[in-house]
């Protein structure tokens, strides 16, 4: 079969990839000239294991990689055209869907045939966006929707630094289809691998997606919260209690009581939009969604929370020993989650934004991977260092803002205070 992926991002430049390892030509198409550039080099635009092996594999052979110049031979050869560009925030935590709808555009433009496609979103969009917002917008435009093209979702639920493999061994896989044609096709498309397909109708497809990432949100805010209120009523080591709430056998080990774990708040591209959207979905629904709301005020409040925390300890720093300088603080870790260099809504972002904002100047930070897409990013006034020694050597106090395993001795290294955001230190 032959597929058309509109965007190589973390789910774009993983689906095409995926669908090229289970035998198909796949088109990649992608917009940023520079991330493109490194993709047609052989070259991952970010760091995400496995995946370099699979481009190795594909590129230039089952895995053509495209500018939009080449989104009409593309799609003049494909059955499916698969949409993976980004959902961003919009106006009033909306989910900002421009992108998608654009690129739809793009591809009804170049095509001039009569040959049935399926037009697949695999963005995260909120529940009623392929019935109120794609298929009109679509049928505006003169589309036969159900006749000359179908319309489709399938959500993706993969984890940045598992991409590959959770892209390969999916747990699920979930589409939201109501005509019987584009079915048979999605079927079709997945009958090689042998994770479960559920075929569902075009709105629980969407909300499926939006069920799994705020329940996420919800155990990482509850665990937040906890942390709080041991921290207000004093002398709890929050670590060891929720270590050992792991230990509790109705867990049976899943990787899920991963997120029922205090930290600084969740980031990343995914969790904060995604809350926000659905949330502001079941608004204008009219209903107001108190637990969710709560989900996102407690994060919200996390970034200010650690800040606090840092600052006392600079505090008690500033008294116990004469500096006689501005407290240095000395940051470690930058990426939103450890094994990936995705620094977007990084809560680290907040936090040194914190700082600065209360007249913490002297920062310096090291990240194992992100220091350079984390500078680029938010070109903040941070010194970045090449090592934790670096940091160690620089700083007043010390604050690990990403849980790399590598900083979790970081008491046999240093007698200085540290102020563990993520509970990690062994
Ligand atoms: N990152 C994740 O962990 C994850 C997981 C599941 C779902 N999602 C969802 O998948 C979608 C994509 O996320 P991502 O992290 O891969 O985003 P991303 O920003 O890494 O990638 C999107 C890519 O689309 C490209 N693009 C935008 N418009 C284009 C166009 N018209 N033609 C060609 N390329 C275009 C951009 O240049 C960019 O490279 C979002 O809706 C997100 O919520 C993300």
């Known amino acids: 079969m032959v597929i058309t992926v509109v965007g190589l991002g973390f789910v774009g430049l993983t689906t095409a990839l995926g669908f090229a390892e289970y035998g198909n030509k796949v088109y990649g198409v992608e ?9 047609q080099a052989g070259r991952l635009p970010f760091l995400e294991p496995g995946l370099d092996g699979a ?10 990689p495209v500018s939009p110049a080449g989104l009409e031979e593309a799609v003049s050869q494909s059955d499916y055209v698969y949409y993976c560009v980004g959902t961003p925030y919009g106006k009033d935590g909306k989910a900002d869907c421009s992108y998608l709808l654009a690129a739809m555009d793009d591809t ?3 095509i001039s045939d009569k040959r049935f496609r399926v037009l697949v979103t695999k963005s995260t969009i909120p529940p009623g966006t392929c019935d109120t917002v794609i298929i009109p917008h679509l049928e505006a435009r003169g589309v036969r929707v159900g006749e000359a093209l179908g319309v489709a979702n399938n959500p993706e639920f993969l984890r940045e630094g598992h991409c590959w493999d959770d892209f390969i061994h999916a747990d699920r896989i979930v589409i939201g289809v109501e005509d019987s044609r584009s079915e048979k096709m999605l079927r079709e498309l997945y009958s090689h ?84 959207a659905l949330y502001a979905k079941a608004r204008e629904s009219g209903f107001d969604a108190a637990l969710l709301g709560n ?34 603080i000395g940051i470690l870790g930058l990426s939103f989650k450890p094994g990936s260099d995705d620094v977007r809504y990084a809560p680290s972002a907040l936090i040194i934004n914190k700082l600065l904002e209360k007249g913490y100047s002297r920062i310096v930070a090291f990240d194992p991977v992100a ?24 700083a007043d106090v010390l604050a690990i803002l990403t849980a790399w395993p590598s900083f979790f001795n970081l008491k046999e290294q240093t007698d200085k205070p540290i102020v563990d955001c993520r509970y990690c230190l062994r």
């Open 31 to 39: 917009a940023s000239a520079d991330r493109l550039g490194l993709i």
């Open 55 to 64: 481009l190795c594999r594909h590129l230039g052979k089952s895995f053509l």
């Open 108 to 110: 009804v433009s170049v």
């Open 193 to 276: 691998q042998s994770s479960p397909v559920f075929c569902v109708s075009r709105n629980t497809g969407e909300f499926i997606k939006y069920l799994s990432n705020s329940l996420l949100a919800t155990l990482v805010s509850f665990s937040n919260e906890m942390s709080v209120i041991a921290d207000h009523i004093g002398d709890v080591d929050v670590a060891s209690a929720f270590r050992i709430l792991h230990m509790d056998k109705r867990w049976g080990g899943s990787s899920m009581a991963s997120y029922v774990y205090p930290g600084c708040g969740y980031g990343g591209y995914c969790l904060p939009k995604d809350t926000n």
């Open 295 to 328: 989900v996102i005020r407690t994060n919200d409040r996390m970034p200010e929370y650690a800040a606090n925390r840092i600052i006392s300890a600079c505090d008690r720093a500033a008294r116990s020993s004469e500096l006689g300088h501005t407290t240095c």
């Open 371 to 394: 220091n350079d897409q984390f500078a680029a990013q938010y070109g903040l006034p941070v010194s970045y260092c090449t090592s934790m020694s670096e940091v160690i050597g620089c």
